[in-house]
């Protein structure tokens, strides 16, 4: 954004941040408690500032040009730097936040754990909305490009700024539908390598920690496919004999969908679960706010569900 003579407005940034956001001039009017005329007035100072139209029509919608996708995330910083700079020190006042916080997190994570964290937001903030977004088969920093003010998960983050908080220790089990043939009996390694198995990954890798443990005792499994997140491959296990692998922390939704799962005769490593956030959020009492909330959704030290008998 240019600075002219007469300075930089730096509530331009906010109104941008907002407009590419909303993706439409009347929400974020809304969003600003600002009248629709105010806001495209707003919007024609953004487009002279940055020489770019910033948002297009495409049909009956808006779209951010490919510009104002590449300083997206470096306005979100930017903003977010500045509230958390007139914040430091305060309290949040909770019943009268205006936000929209961006958690980075894996479908699954999402299944178990959205509706209680929404209705905790929804209580205690009502003016505070979430946005789930699902981990890319691509890594990007979205930390440090703003793009995402949380991260929920197995964080591994190659960003050395970011700030990243233990919670707990993840187990992989095995799952199968119901009455799979492989629930007969002793379960040995053998057995579970020789059937055929179905791995969720979001790059789309077809070997794990499974394959490496199996490989250690001279025995390889046949993987016959994968898919993007651990939900799709409950549902695909569901109606096939196919064995698939999730975490402790996923187990309830496939007890949801009826399905079993089992100890898997291998030592393999744990999952470390945690969040993640950059550090220009640290001062910020609003964002601190959510980490708490995501703190206390995953105690420190969960076992996870009981073991099936």
């Known amino acids: 954004m240019r600075v002219t003579q007469s300075g930089l407005d730096l509530n331009l ?5 907002v407009l590419l956001e909303e993706a ?3 929400r974020a009017a809304a969003r600003m408690h600002l009248s629709e005329p105010a806001m495209s007035r707003t919007l024609g100072r953004i487009r002279k500032a940055l020489g770019d139209p910033v948002l297009v029509r495409a049909g009956r919608v ?3 040009t490919p510009h104002a996708l590449a300083v997206q995330g470096e306005v979100r910083a930017v903003v977010e730097r500045a509230r958390a700079l007139f914040l430091t020190g305060a309290e949040v006042d909770l019943p009268t936040l205006t936000r929209t916080f961006t ?3 894996n479908d699954a994570f999402t299944a178990v754990y959205g509706a209680t964290l929404f209705t905790r937001v929804t209580r205690e903030a009502p003016g505070v909305r979430l946005r789930f977004l699902p981990e890319s088969h691509v890594d990007v920093p979205a930390l440090r490009e703003g793009v995402a003010d949380l991260e929920l998960g197995v964080v591994d983050t190659r960003s050395p ?3 990243v908080e233990h919670l707990s220790e993840e187990r992989m089990l095995g799952v199968v539908r119901r009455g799979h043939p492989l629930l007969r009996g002793r379960l040995t390694v053998r057995r579970f390598a020789a059937a055929e198995h179905l791995t969720a990954s979001r790059r789309g890798r077809l070997e794990g920690p499974v ?3 199996l490989a250690e005792q001279g025995l390889s499994r046949r993987v016959v496919g994968s898919v993007g997140t651990f939900p799709a491959s409950l549902f695909v296990l569901r109606e096939s004999d196919l064995v698939g692998l999730l975490t402790t922390q996923v187990a309830p939704l496939a007890a949801a969908l009826g399905l079993e799962t089992f100890e898997i005769p291998l030592a393999l490593p744990p999952l470390p679960f945690g969040m993640a956030w950059h550090p220009r959020h640290d001062a910020d009492p609003a964002h601190a706010w959510l980490r708490a909330c995501a703190r206390e ?3 420190a030290g969960q ?4 073991r099936p008998r």
Do not use: F, I, K, T
């Open 303 to 306: 076992e996870g569900p009981e």
């Open 13 to 17: 940034l906010v109104a941008l941040d």
């Open 297 to 299: 959704l995953v105690p």
């Open 24 to 26: 439409s001039v009347s």
């Open 211 to 213: 394959d490496a443990a």
């Open 103 to 105: 958690v980075l997190a």
């Open 62 to 64: 808006m779209v951010p």
């Open 161 to 163: 700024e970011v700030r």
